[in-house]
């Protein structure tokens, strides 16, 4: 993206947000959990981001879905601490890659805290992948508009005279 003098960018009030401060196993470990509580936002912030193409009109959309996740994480610290604790050091520590399959028995201790204490049910297998309509609260984009260049020359006439080529064809196959 080329930037000139009279694109607009943010000031640094816009874009400053409190970061969700958390590692990478951590993030593993509630990742199934979060993304079906901020589904929502998730889902409006995507669809921002594609339909407008445009990332400063998207800011508003993104400061909600960090706040969800901060509103997420908040509450599994109050309520599965210790769970999600065990859960995330399992997989930081049993593999390299934090690979979900040698935690089967600390997930299934965490995933019945959310769902007792929660009412959040991890979500099945394929959850994310399924479609899903989402019904959104802003106004549809406009189209966009072919792009019509001022020195647009017409095409030439048929009875136009053609030259042949200087060197011959310039497909030397389709002689």
């Not at 593999?95 to 929660?118: E, G, P, W």
């Not at 001022?150 to 095409?155: I, R, V």
Request: charged share 30%; proline share 7%.
């Amino acid at each position: 993206m080329v930037v000139t003098a009279n694109t607009y960018l943010p000031e640094d009030e816009e874009l400053t947000v409190q970061e969700v401060n958390l590692g990478g196993p951590a993030l593993r470990a509630g990742a199934f959990h979060l993304g079906k509580y901020c589904e929502s936002q998730n889902n409006e912030f995507v669809l921002c981001r594609n339909e407008l193409d445009d990332p400063r009109k998207c800011l508003n959309e993104g400061k909600a879905v960090t706040g969800c996740t901060l509103e997420f994480f908040r509450k599994v610290k109050g309520t599965c601490f210790k769970e999600f604790t065990q859960y995330a050091n399992c997989l930081d520590k049993s593999s390299i890659d934090l690979a979900y399959k040698h935690c089967r028995k600390t997930q299934a201790v965490f995933d019945k805290c959310m769902k007792d204490n929660l009412n959040l049910e991890r979500p099945s297998f394929g959850y994310f992948c399924q479609p899903k309509v989402h019904d959104s609260k802003r106004p549809k984009p406009e189209p966009k508009k072919p792009e019509v260049y001022a020195d647009y020359t017409p095409y030439l006439p048929d009875d136009y005279p053609r030259t042949p080529a200087k060197y011959g064809a310039r497909f030397h196959w389709m002689e």
